[in-house]
């Protein structure tokens, strides 16, 4: 086809998102190509266990469904070949090659495009940072969903970019595919962010409210993995690990907080008691996870804006950005009330537009699997 351009992806991480990528690119292959002038082909797929896979020629997307579970199917164009989006999910799979490194396979040179899909490292994102460098160092461009690499080496990771001239995109990074980096790029231009409160975990909401029905912590932990909420290790979404990854992503980026989660205190559910959760709903109230941070009032006054409302808190990073995990009664006049089982949202507190609320429902693999499609749209696009 005249003027379609191919980009070959190196796809690291293949659980719950990394699937559903694969799926959504098998099933949007035509729409790609016709609206957009792109054709997606894997050069190669890595995993932690469950093999690799390499194809100097590329492979669609099918194809790559297809090896994993040893089956054939797919055709040329991309398609999935009569099953359905989501039916590869359920079935056992393994790729034919043996476990190589994310770097080897970046290394190998037939991809131009990182897509790290990896779990959550959190000691620091190191594994997923490796990849970014190694991608961005070899002129490939970038797309993650592993908020380590945002939250803990955001800054240098950026300016690598920048000076490799690639592009490094993570808008799943924080809320799935829900448009938080793009809104300010897009629709806020001119706008600062000068604070923010938000609920940011969909496993810590499940279990609250659990807790308040009688379920007890392990069944209700259990369902939210049965469901594909929580992270690969659940204790990340239950001491707050994911949530403070998630706070200082955010707060770097659009607060150039240069912070990491480390400097977040964070609570974790695991003491919450059926008692207080009960108590707090007879009085109306919700229990929840919060996120919360904002410029200090000397970097509020530097930028020559009034203060935007969000909540105090008391960690520090470098004496510009404060920020928080903590458990919170929420009140139901409370805007981030609603929030509540794989509801997800944000209250945005700008100098410009004043407080911008974002919400998303459903939050899922689905939703995150999109957020890589939109980057990888964007990066083709230059946007």
Known sequence: MPGLVTRRVCLLGFGNVGRRFCELVARKGDELADDHGLRVRFAAVG??????????????????LAAATG????DDTGRLGGRGEGEWADE????PDAVRSGTDLIAAGAADLLVEATPLDPHGGRLAIAHLEAALTHGMDAVTVNKGPIAWDYRRLADLAASRGRRLKFEGAVMDGCPLFSLFDSCLPGCRLLGFDAVFNSTTNYILDALGEGVGFADALAHVQAHGY???DPAHDIDGHDAAAKTAALANVLMDAGMTPDDVPKDSVRGV???????TRAAGRRLRVVCSAELSGEAVAARGAPPGGGTTAPADAGGRVRATVRLTELAPDHPLFSAGGSTLSVLLHTDLMGTVQVAEHDALPDQTAYAIYSDLLAIHEGR
């Open 273 to 279: 008691t059926v008692e207080w959760v009960t108590a």
């Open 71 to 74: 089956r054939g199917g797919g």
């Open 230 to 232: 929580a992270e690969a």
């Open 47 to 64: 995993t932690g266990s469950h093999g690799s896979l390499r194809s100097s020629a590329g492979l669609t997307a099918a194809e790559v």
């Open 92 to 95: 056992p799979w393994m790729f």
